[in-house]
């Protein structure tokens, strides 16, 4: 039997604390993932929580970077890990706890290592080059979107890196099924009119 999956927004902005959760909830956004580096236990504990009880009274699904203890705590909807979290997150207490769980990928044997997890959704990246971070991985291009849904299946599929709206309108025709953003949003002259206007490229 094919296993059903929970489908994912096709806008996925990423933010870094609850402040900007509140921004991007407001303008409309469906799903969102908070992604805290460097933060304190404090910190993270805090914005969490916040950032959950802002979602659940918007309707908003939330998307917890790396911290899949907190994750589990506050009852997040989804944890999002990279390869190497996944050497130490405890991924049956996620299961159990009932958090869907996201997985990064940047080549085959990532994927193969990411699909024995059963995870709730697949990202790939970076798609183009990216200002964020400092990547080891060459940009994956449109054609490894539709590769890369062609062996997920059913599985949603989420694009990342380097997107602007036309780029990330390009990823879903590719075959993408959610694109997710980070600093087209949050280094824009106008957040919230750039949110909007993602909003209504990606759900057109």
């Known amino acids: 039997m094919t296993r059903s999956f929970h489908p994912l927004d096709r806008f996925y902005p990423i933010v870094e604390n609850a402040d900007w959760i509140l921004r991007v909830v407001a303008a409309g956004a469906k799903l969102v993932q908070l992604r805290m580096k460097d933060a304190s236990a404090f910190d993270i ?3 969490v929580e ?3 009880s802002m979602c659940d009274a918007a309707g908003v699904q939330l998307v917890v970077n790396d ?5 589990i705590e506050f009852g997040c909807d989804f944890v999002h890990l990279g390869q190497g979290d996944l050497d130490s997150a405890d991924i049956k207490a996620v299961r159990k706890a009932g958090v869907r769980l996201g997985v990064s990928t940047h080549d085959h044997a990532e994927l193969d290592r990411a ?19 400092e990547m080891p991985w060459a940009p994956q291009g449109l054609e490894r979107v539709g590769e890369w849904k062609r062996l997920v299946g059913v599985r949603p599929l989420v694009a990342i890196g380097g997107l602007t709206i036309d780029r990330a309108v390009q990823c879903l025709a590719a075959g993408a099924d959610s694109v997710a953003v980070v600093t087209d949003i949050t280094r824009s002259d ?15």
Do not use: C, F, N
Request: charged fraction near 25%.
């Open 45 to 47: 504990a805090r914005d």
């Open 50 to 52: 916040r950032a959950k």
């Open 67 to 71: 911290h899949w203890r907190a994750a």
């Open 115 to 133: 699909l024995s997890y059963d995870p709730d959704y697949v990202a790939l990246g970076p798609i183009y080059p990216t200002m964020l971070k």
């Open 190 to 204: 106008d957040p919230e009119s750039q949110m909007k206007a993602w909003m209504t490229a990606t759900r057109a």
